[in-house]
């Protein structure tokens, strides 16, 4: 008998933290307007699934710093970034393009995230015969996970880097297939505003660590 339920299982879920860096892959001839966005070059081709960000892309400064997923490549010709770039004024003419280097955490225990709430705008008045309101801004708010504390791992000692330096990074939430197969990757921008650690007797000394979320995070199915 088959599952019903497309239900996915938290266990290998993944977390990481692009390392500050970056790697120039392309510099950028035109960018569309389109629900997602293709760039043009002929100098390096990122592979499908690499996260990269736009940078300094003249005629659509909207898309300059954003980070998204490669869905397609066309050898020598362009490649398909899902970023909705439909609204945005003009298309673009120049730029750069970097792949995002990723640290992965694997001592994460427990994660929840995407909390926020939208702004309550009020719009009552003398005539109003009951509060008035309209929502503002979505606002992804917070994502927090719990580690095993291990002062030289890799992704908690970019974690803490990112926290000292106040520096915006990108993050990636894995999760494993669903019941139905698909996988699906969180891509978002955040700020490292907590990282605390605690201990007791007969325990591991863990870490907490939250993330502020900055912009929409974009979802993207891996397959």
């Known amino acids: 008998m088959s599952f019903k339920s497309k239900a996915i299982n938290a266990q290998g879920s993944r977390i990481a933290i692009d ?14 307007k389109a629900t997602e966005a293709v760039a043009s070059s002929v100098l390096a081709d990122p592979a499908i699934g690499d996260v990269v960000r736009f940078i300094s892309v003249t005629g659509m400064p909207e898309i300059d710093g954003q980070a998204g997923a490669v869905t397609a490549v066309s050898a020598g010709v362009s490649f398909t970034v899902d970023i909705d770039s439909s609204g945005y004024a003009t298309p673009g003419t120049a ?5 995002l280097v990723f640290v992965e955490g694997c001592e994460i225990k427990t994660f929840s995230g995407f909390d926020g709430q939208a702004a ?8 109003s015969e009951a509060r008035e309101y309209l929502i503002g801004l979505q606002d992804f708010g917070n994502l927090s996970f719990d580690v095993n504390y291990v002062p030289n791992d890799p992704f908690q000692m970019e974690c803490m880097t990112a926290k000292g330096k106040g520096a915006r990074r990108t993050f990636t939430l894995t999760l494993p297939p669903g019941q139905d197969g698909k996988q699906y990757v969180w891509i978002f921008d955040a700020f490292v505003r907590q990282f605390t650690i605690a201990g007791g007797v007969d325990q591991a000394v863990t870490g ?5 979320i900055t912009g ?3 979802i993207y199915e891996l397959n």
């Open 19 to 32: 390392d500050g860096t970056g790697v120039a892959i392309a510099d950028i001839t035109a960018v569309t």
């Open 95 to 99: 730029g750069t393009a970097q792949q």
């Open 120 to 127: 309550e705008v009020d719009i009552t008045t003398l005539c």
């Open 208 to 212: 907490s660590v939250s993330l502020r």
């Open 216 to 218: 929409a995070p974009k």
